[in-house]
Nanobody
């Protein structure tokens, strides 16, 4: 069994920063892509940033230059550093990972979500 556990969300003023963390635990053989999605009230879930196991990253245009994704592969953990936050960044942020389990099955896994609220 595999779990993704997120932390680091909260309330921050516009222009502030937050750092999200997501640790994958359980029966893990290997992790390929890890990433972050978000879902704002009344909107669909959208990709924010992704990082492959080889270190290739991509970002959705609205967060380029403000957000940075990184990984600690030894800890099976992915981070999202969010700077210069704007009210429109307010959303529930979800961690995702494409994982090969010890049973040799590849599957997508999702965290439970963490709320980020940007407001004065």
């Amino acid at each position: 069994q595999v779990q993704l556990v997120e932390s680091g969300g909260g309330l921050v003023q516009p222009g502030g920063s937050l750092r999200l963390s997501c640790a994958a635990t359980g029966s893990i053989n290997r992790i390929n892509t890890m990433g972050w999605y978000r879902q704002a009230p009344g909107k669909g879930r959208e990709l924010v940033a992704q990082s492959t196991s080889g270190g290739i990253t991509n970002y959705v245009d609205p967060v380029k230059g403000r957000f940075s994704i990184s990984r600690d592969n030894a800890k099976n953990t992915v981070y999202l550093q969010m700077n210069s936050l704007k009210p429109e960044d307010t959303a529930v942020y979800f961690c995702t990972a494409y994982i090969l389990t010890r049973a040799l099955v590849w599957s997508d896994y999702w965290g439970q979500g963490t709320q980020v609220t940007v407001s004065s």
